[in-house]
């Protein structure tokens, strides 16, 4: 598995989140075997889609001991929710940690995928840095 990391300029939206939370990245995706899985804006909340990889703007990590089967059964419990406005918004741009149970926004989404706890305080910046802090990627 692979966290796929947006860094592109992008629309306004990926300019706001990365002015909000100081960091290069907007969007996040994991990726396993050639298909991504996220929450987006453009796809109106949880997915999954081909995107060929490795693209120009993302960066890439692997994640050797995430748990693919973890992955797929949280997809299977979570595909077709909504996209996490109030979560984005009011959560992250304004600091109040509000999310909704059955929306996601991408670094929410892909942080519970991986099982990590309280998934909504983090953004595809500190997603990263998380996963490389805790040594996540190791093998």
């Keep these: 598995m692979t966290l796929a990391l947006y860094r592109k300029k992008g629309a ?3 300019w706001a989140i990365r002015l909000r ?15 991504a899985y996220s929450s987006s804006v453009r796809d109106k909340g949880v997915r999954v889609k081909v995107l060929d990889f490795p ?3 993302w ?4 994640l050797p001991n995430a748990d693919p089967v973890w992955l797929l059964d949280f997809f299977e419990a979570t595909k077709g929710q909504g996209y996490d406005w109030r979560g984005i918004i009011l959560g992250h741009a304004l600091g109040l940690r509000i999310n909704e149970d059955d929306k996601w926004f991408c670094s929410e989404w892909c942080a519970a995928a991986l099982g990590l706890d309280i998934p909504n305080r983090h953004s595809p910046g500190s997603l990263a840095k998380h996963i490389l802090s805790a040594g996540l990627m190791q093998s």
Excluded: F, P, Q, V
Aim: hydrophobic content about 35%.
């Design 12 to 14: 306004w939206a990926d």
């Design 21 to 35: 939370t100081g960091s290069i990245y907007s969007h996040c995706e994991l990726l396993h075997k050639g298909l």
């Design 55 to 57: 693209r120009e703007g």
């Design 59 to 62: 960066d890439l990590i692997a």
